[in-house]
């Protein structure tokens, strides 16, 4: 009996995307957009040639159907039929073809992190991979990582190579409340590397620890409030979790253990966890961009770190589309923040909207009160790049400028040794330019942030610079407030914006330390 795979996104063990990686995307034939894709997958054509059987591949069978009219990938251990997606793929045909016939598992994980593959391929499944046969009782192989979860054994020895200590946790009780006590034994935990999530009786918590994760996962023995509290004792690096029980009854046992429980998971292969966040408000901020905001569950304790993103996930014609978008501040200026909103239960986003797209349409077209899937945080920057900085350099088109806003707001207000920083925002015209006038108002506010627009379309009356990212606008630029400051440049936007910047800053002899580049 072949299990076929849920439609649920992303697999377990699927690994997150880089946020320095990136693709390029080709232009599709007329008639072959994402929406055509799901309207063809719905059509009841058969897409696999199998008339509706599922089969199990061996390894052999796999690599006859390498070529583009007869292409097989396997994914997870399942084997699809990509033949008939060949045209529909955004990355082009030649990318496809980088797995056929063979297990495309990592290539996938590397640049198709927000694909739903289970859903979008699902009427193109041919079945699953054969088992190998076992391997002799006298052979040896090295202990391997299995589904993302380290043996106990391993599990000390891999943190103490990287300085670290191996985390644990306890709990006790009073007749009012439970508390969760999780020693990380870090001196760099704050409460933006704590997570956790009350949904129904299932209790989760996941405490990042470098590129690990801890996970505490249980189905709670008893009924809790909605609301907790969550503390966390920066020196020593104790997390407490106050729970508030609904009967002052005593508990034996903390509860059941779920998946994962009491484990440390290389962040990249936990997948990710969602939770259903309120929409609370939209407002436009240009011609095509708005400002949304969504409200955590008040059983979610979710504060995304500075230059993370999150994963925004509706379902749009039965298909689970999932987008990667990086979280704003609702403001760059603290007169212009709403007082009445608690900061840690909102999560502002600043979307562009495509009129043929089809995310961001759906995204506009829900009401207030409307709910939206997001995920946990990932991504590579660290806040210790921010550490003794003199000079912080921003390169932003269009709504690459996101990344750079939480960026802004804590380098201006927590970073002592901060001399500089500097934004080069570049956009078609003056009207895409997001946040113009709270841009000008922060330069005039703090004179060590200064901003530059440059318009690719300017019109007559524009006075200001034009042009794409150039050696010759660079040059002025990157101009350090001493020869031997420390230097970071941030860089945001389309991918060929991004590939030309870095290549140029390199060209200026950056090192790769100093340059720090997001994915749009």
Known sequence: MLNVPSQSFPAPSSQQRVASGGRSKVPLKQGRSLMDWIRLTK???DLTGLKGRLIEVTEEELKKHNTKDDCWICIRGFVYNVTPYMEYHPGGEDELMRAAGSDGTDLFDQVHRWVNYESMLKECLVGRMAVKPALPKDYHEEKKVLNGMLPKSQVADTLAKEGCSSPSYDWFQTDSSVTIVIYTKQKDINL?????DHQDDSFRAEILIKDYSYIIHVELSHEIEEDFSVRVVENVGKIEIVLKKKENASWKRLGHPLENHNSLILRKDTGLYYRKCRLISKEGVTHDTKLFCLMLPPSTHLQVPVGQHVYLKLTITGTEIVKPYTPVSDSLLSEFKEPVLLNNKYIYFLIKIYPAGLFT??????????????SNPEGSFKISQFQELEDLFLLAAGTGFTPMVKILNYALTNIPSLRKVKLMFFNKTEDDIIWRSQLEKLAF???????EFVLSAPTSEWNGKWGHISPALLSEFLKRSSDKSKVLICICGPTPFTEQGIRLLRDRN?????IHSFTA
């Open 361 to 374: 349409p759906e995204l506009d077209q829900l009401q207030i009160g409307d709910f939206v899937s997001v």
């Open 510 to 514: 950056f090192s790769k330390e100093e």
């Open 43 to 45: 059509s009841g054509k």
């Open 445 to 451: 506010k703090d004179k060590r942030f200064d901003v």
């Open 192 to 196: 933006d590397s704590v997570i956790v």
